[in-house]
T-cell receptor
Framework: DTGVSQDPRHKITKRGQNVTFRCDPISEHNRLYWYRQTLGQGPEFLTYFQNEAQLEKSRLLSDRFSAERPKGSFSTLEIQRTEQGDSAMYLC?????????????FGPGTRLLVL | DQQVKQNSPSLSVQEGRISILNCDYTNSMFDYFLWYKKYPAEGPTFLISISSIKDKNEDGRFTVFLNKSAKHLSLHIVPSQPGDSAVYFCAASGWVDDKIIFGKGTRLHILP
């Protein structure tokens, strides 16, 4: 399967715990995006990387959230001291290119439930 | 302030008929528009896109129409099939901004 993969698919955690999600983009894609989707909403942009450089972060991304893409391939999204409001589907997408008007391809998502 | 609006939360269409999903946007800097389809517990799947230099793009049963003056786009599915039942997201991006802005989605039910 050469699509975007995410791990884990589901995560249940207790409030206050740290969680980390992984995304493996399509291999030739240099751009990687993280989105969050809550019930009844469309995906909301969190952050994105071009190769290993993090180029933009949304104001939705509080200081408890950190994302990395150390070698320009896979990426991790960590949430520290989780809160119940962090419960959502976390989506990763990737695209190829250096200009806009590129299609982003999404992974299956990681569904997080904070108890 | 929603920049991409899908005002119909749901739509029911008879199998074999045309499904028309609508989307409005407010940001005149948007120049690339996409439609994604999403099944439960899966990530969005890219369906079709259109650049602002065009007013129509067709791919099999799917056609997207763009009316720039009205800041409106629509997705036509002809003929509708049971497997088309899903949530459809309209999305847009601009040349100054890489991120995609999504609408809230429209749930399409194809009736037998």
């Amino acid at each position: 399967d050469t699509g975007v993969s995410q791990d884990p698919r589901h995560k249940i955690t207790k409030r206050g715990q740290n969680v980390t999600f992984r995304c493996d983009p399509i291999s030739e894609h240099n751009r990687l995006y993280w989105y969050r989707q809550t019930l009844g909403q469309g995906p909301e942009f969190l952050t994105y990387f071009q190769n290993e450089a993090q180029l933009e972060k949304s104001r939705l991304l509080s200081d408890r959230f950190s994302a990395e893409r150390p070698k320009g391939s896979f990426s991790t999204l960590e949430i520290q001291r989780t809160e119940q409001g962090d419960s959502a589907m976390y989506l990763c997408a990737s695209s190829f290119g250096t200009v806009n008007q590129e299609t982003q391809y999404f992974g299956p998502g990681t569904r997080l439930l904070v108890l | 302030d929603q920049q991409v609006k899908q005002n119909s939360p749901s739509l029911s269409v008879q199998e074999g008929r045309i499904s028309i999903l609508n989307c409005d946007y407010t940001n005149s800097m948007f120049d690339y528009f996409l439609w994604y389809k999403k099944y439960p517990a899966e990530g969005p799947t890219f369906l079709i896109s259109i650049s602002s230099i065009k007013d129509k793009n067709e791919d099999g049963r799917f056609t997207v129409f763009l009316n720039k003056s009205a800041k409106h786009l629509s997705l036509h599915i002809v003929p509708s099939q049971p497997g088309d039942s899903a949530v459809y997201f309209c999305a847009a991006s601009g040349w100054v901004d890489d991120k995609i802005i999504f609408g809230k989605g429209t749930r399409l039910h194809i009736l037998p």
